[in-house]
């Protein structure tokens, strides 16, 4: 344990949050946030590369135990991308999950994050699109991302959980790839995660501008505290 104790953000997910921090030299958005709460909160990473709804199961109740002494302030979750592919893909196996058992996945994984503590928010990420072109054989369309990400979002309103619609947000940028984020594509998801934190009425804010940063005015040569 290293001291003062700050608030804890995990990102929970797949390859998409493996690769957060960073993936063939481009900047990931765990990385982007680490760096905006560098002194306001601790982000930890909780990402399974080639990971579905349902191993994110099996280990729900280790990564996030109910009797911990602490909780998370803030998790956000990302499953769906390897739900959807198609399991008569030609690399010879696929994590595929059928529909209805991926919205009751995201439904119970949602509702045991709900129940760790009543300050612990939640954001879950939609299926992003990919570029078919790239991807050939691999299994995942961008009808089975569409179909997923409307499931999670689906979910999400249902539960009253803040969610993203990656799908529609990172087609408004040329820059996307086949599988993972561009640079351009995790700085999408980072502003959008921010958005729906500046937008939110928790208490407190998770905000990274609300939030006090760590040992202000210890030194004059120190500008934390001083954002615009």
Known sequence: MVGPGRPEFVLFGSSIVQYSLSHEGNLGFGAILADKYARKADIFLRGYTGWNSRNALTILDEVFPKDAAVQPSLVIVYF???DSMNPGNS????????????KQNMKKIAEHLKSLSEKTRLIFLGV???DE???EGSGRTMEGCRI???ACLEVCRDLEVKAIDLFNAIQQKEDWDGVHLTSEGNKIVANEIMK???EAKWEPSLYWK?????????????????EN
């Open 210 to 226: 609300s939030m006090p940063s760590e040992f202000v005015g210890v030194t004059p040569f120190d500008p934390e505290g001083n």
């Open 196 to 198: 729906v934190l500046e």
């Open 80 to 82: 769906g991308g390897n």
């Open 128 to 130: 992003p699109p990919v």
């Open 133 to 135: 072109k790239l991807i």
């Open 91 to 102: 690399i010879g196996f696929s994590p595929y999950v059928p529909l209805d058992e991926y």
């Open 148 to 150: 997923y990400s409307e």
